[in-house]
């Protein structure tokens, strides 16, 4: 921990001549940035801290948030989230490298998430993520642009995204984007490398992945306004259309009922 | 169960009168307002009711709740169908100490789709689920663990919770009553295992997301090790509705020991997917003729009745009425009644080999069955899919799935063997043709390269 690590090094890099020795045995690194987090994350991280009854349980939300300042989990984002739970880097290190939404290489401006989970895919999930990986040049888990800049995009094949009504489904920065084709996800790619934010299907107006890691860290801005973003989509509301059409209702109920007795002690 | 690869042994029973295909008849009662303009805003909750029930709980004995709840019968809607009432009355003499509620809102069981969408439209039933809960069990804090990638849903509630303080809701003395209430929106981060109560359990309090041992149960030693319920999002919504109508009136929705309506999620090769609530019991004939039928035609070849790690169903088991009791005597789980439906032209193999790579990818490690288990399943059945695979391999699978059956720490292994269990009773034929070659590979070498 104390060696000088350039920007961009892993540890191994730095701390010995033999070339990254641990990625050989697929142990994970974190990259050094020199990130110093600011007054504005630190207030934060307190206000976040301050919610639960345990200040551990502030640890999911300090990697989102350390992710949101830097758009992945760096070695020093880790040591941030350490410092302030007073934890070790080797514990914090063991929940960042377990939770899949924890990024360990640099995010572009927008992940895009395609599910490929089995009913998705069949419906065209797998063709949308082979497209969508030819177009950009890239496989999975990597970026096309350089990470932060506009248009940069991050592609990922994920796994049930809960929304199978919607299939096939593709996420950017976790904003659904429901019933997708090959085409209609690659105009949606083109766009976002052009700069421009298509609306999500369902969700708030789109940002890019570090504004959506802050909420997910429990940080909101105009939460009122976000919420007003519509998210009832025809599947959503097959039930209820049928229900409406042909008048179906659950049963009434009462004007008024007994609430059971407490039992009889033994 | 042999090479025939017919897909209708397993016998279900036919109505001498021939099967029921009257479309299911929708009971709205937690969808109910989904349709309203701005149904997630506090107006909207309250001109529907909202908030009536808490004000009527809060009258009540705690005790008399968890009565009421257990005459109701409600029975956990996400995926193991416990007695809510009876996990209620698990917990311990209140002591002093704290005691938490935690609602598992980390929906990603594949085929799952309905809390998203019931976070989404009606956070606020949850929020009042939620303080009756509390005030049911001796709670002054929740904490609704939302799966991390739910951003949307988790914003409603968010906004859900900052409104019901802004009201009085929330916070102390709720409407007078001397009650306190906090409730903590708390976001995951993308591990499926956490949906495993034990396991979100420990991701609450800062830990990587792996089960614990049984016992203690979480009623005893749950979070921070104190008394704790875990309920999932469904059920604690269900709270308030019971509260208004009463447990007669719940009863009069459902099977006899599966009362209630439920949200049905229809999905895959279906002509109108989303969501139909409907009264338990329904079956899925009848949800197929409400949803428009198979998609263009094609005829439903398999389906899991709740969601990938539930044994897969046949037409045959079209008419198997969808109640817990019903699908396990059946031979299958209700789980989160995640419908997803199948057509002829999907190879059974592959998708097995879909879900296996799923539950490899999520098998937290913990314990060796499932860690080992699902990486060889994944491996067997992508070689047997690629067409190189051998028959010994198909003892394999068999052999290995057995092996994981029951001896992993926590569900989620008897959930990876289940997929394979269930096509070889179904299915077995595909997988051998896939051997000898009758049929061509599903997937080429190409494709494998760089898949998952």
Redesign the interface.
């Known amino acids: 921990m104390s060696v000088d690590v350039p920007a961009g090094q892993s540890r191994a890099d730095a701390e010995s001549n033999i070339p990254v020795p641990n990625q050989r045995l697929g142990i994970p690194e974190f990259l050094y940035t020199g990130t110093v987090f600011d007054e504005v994350t630190r207030g934060q991280t307190e206000e976040i801290i301050a919610?639960?009854?345990?200040q551990?349980?502030?640890?999911?939300?300090l990697?989102?948030l350390v992710q949101s300042v830097e758009g992945f989990v760096s070695a020093d984002g880790i040591a941030f989230c350490a410092d302030r739970?007073n934890l070790t880097i080797a514990e914090v290190e063991?929940?960042a490298t377990?939770?899949?939404?924890?990024k360990r290489e640099p995010c572009g401006q927008h992940l895009v998430?395609v599910c490929?989970?089995?009913?998705c895919?069949?419906?065209g999930g797998?063709a949308i993520l082979?497209r969508l990986s030819g177009h950009l040049g890239i496989?999975?888990d990597e970026t096309a642009g350089e990470p932060g800049t506009e248009g940069s995009i991050t592609l990922e094949?994920?796994?049930?995204?809960?929304?199978?009504?919607?299939?096939p489904v593709v996420?950017v920065?976790?904003?659904?984007y429901d019933n997708q084709t090959p085409e209609s996800a690659l105009e949606l790619v083109t766009e976002l490398q052009a700069g421009r934010k298509p609306h999500p299907t369902?969700?708030?107006p789109l940002t890019d992945f570090r504004t959506?890691e802050r909420?997910?860290?429990?940080i909101?801005s105009d939460?009122?306004d976000?919420?007003?973003?519509p998210?009832?989509s025809?599947?959503?509301?097959?039930?209820?259309?049928?229900?409406?059409r042909?008048r179906?209702?659950?049963?009434s109920?009462?004007e008024s009922?007994?609430?059971?007795?407490?039992?009889e002690r033994k | 169960m042999t090479s025939s690869g017919a897909s209708n042994e397993a016998g279900a029973v036919v109505p001498p009168s021939g099967p029921d295909d009257t479309?299911a008849?929708?009971?709205?009662?937690l969808?109910?307002r989904?349709?309203s303009p701005?149904?997630?805003s506090i107006a909207t909750y309250r001109k529907l009711d909202g908030y009536t029930a808490l004000a009527a709980a809060l009258k009540?004995?705690p005790?008399?709740?968890v009565?009421?709840m257990k005459?109701s019968g409600l029975r956990g809607r996400g995926g193991a169908g416990f007695p809510t009432g009876l996990k209620w009355s698990f917990l311990p003499p209140p002591d002093g100490k704290?005691r938490y509620l935690v609602v598992n809102a980390d929906?990603?069981?594949?085929?799952?789709?309905k809390?998203?969408?019931l976070m989404?439209?009606d956070p606020h039933s949850l929020i009042e689920g939620c303080i009756i809960t509390c005030y049911a069990i001796g709670s002054q804090?929740a904490a609704i663990y939302v799966?991390?990638?739910?951003?949307?849903a988790?914003?409603?509630v968010?906004?859900a919770v900052?409104e019901a303080k802004e009201r009085g809701f929330l916070g102390k003395n709720i409407l007078g009553s001397g009650f306190d209430c906090e409730i903590?929106?708390?976001?995951?981060?993308?591990?499926?295992i956490c949906g495993e109560e034990t396991a979100l359990l420990d991701?609450?309090?800062?830990?990587?997301?792996q089960p614990r041992l049984k016992p203690p149960f979480p009623a005893v030693a749950g979070l921070?090790a104190r008394p704790t319920v875990v309920n999932n999002v469904e059920t604690i919504a269900s709270v308030p509705v019971i509260v208004?109508?009463?447990?007669?009136?719940y009863r009069?929705?459902g099977t006899e020991k599966s009362p209630g309506?439920k949200?049905f999620?229809?999905?895959?090769?279906v002509t109108?997917?989303?969501?139909?609530?409907?009264p338990m019991g329904t079956t899925l004939r009848q949800l197929l003729a409400?949803?428009g039928g198979m998609k263009d035609g094609i005829p439903l070849k398999f389906f899991t009745p709740g969601g990938?790690s539930t044994p897969i169903f046949t037409p045959a088991q079209l008419d198997v009425p969808l109640s817990f009791d019903d699908v396990a005597a059946a031979g299958s789980m209700l789980g989160t009644t995640?419908l997803?439906c199948?057509n002829e032209t999907?190879s059974v193999p592959?998708?097995v080999w879909?879900?296996l790579e799923?539950y490899k990818?999520?098998s937290?490690g913990k314990c060796t069955p499932c860690r080992e288990g699902t990486w060889w399943l994944a491996q067997v059945l992508r070689r047997v899919v690629s067409g190189r695979g051998v028959m010994a391999d198909l003892d394999t699978l068999t052999d290995a799935a057995s092996n994981i059956f029951g001896r992993a720490f926590c569900a989620l292994g008897d959930g990876a063997a289940t997929p394979v269990t269930s096509a070889f009773l179904h299915f077995r034929s595909e997988f051998e043709d896939l051997v000898t070659g009758r049929t061509p590979p599903v997937i080429g070498t190409r494709?494998l390269v760089?898949a998952?």
């Open positions: 919610k639960y009854p345990q551990r349980s502030a640890l999911l939300p990697l989102h739970l063991a929940v377990f939770y899949t939404m924890y998430s490929t989970n089995a009913l895919a069949v419906l797998d082979s496989g999975p094949h994920a796994e049930c995204l809960a929304a199978c009504d919607h299939g996420t920065n976790y904003e659904y369902r969700g708030a959506t909420e997910i860290a429990g909101f939460l009122a976000q919420v007003n973003a998210t009832a025809e599947e959503t509301l097959r039930g209820n259309e049928i229900a409406d042909l179906q209702t659950a049963p109920m009462p009922y007994e609430m059971p007795p407490l039992p | 479309p008849v929708m009971t709205p009662v969808t109910r989904w349709a701005q149904s997630w009540t004995e005790g008399r709740l009565e009421l005459n704290p929906e990603g069981e594949p085929g799952t789709c809390d998203i969408p989404m439209a804090l799966r991390g990638e739910a951003v949307q988790m914003r409603r968010a906004q900052r903590i929106v708390h976001a995951g981060a993308g591990a499926y991701s609450l309090e800062g830990l990587r997301g921070y208004a109508g009463g447990s007669d009136w009069q929705m309506p949200i999620s229809l999905s895959g090769h109108r997917p989303g969501q139909y609530e409907a409400a949803a990938s995640a997803m199948f999907v592959w998708a879909k879900w799923f990818h999520e937290c494709e760089g998952h």
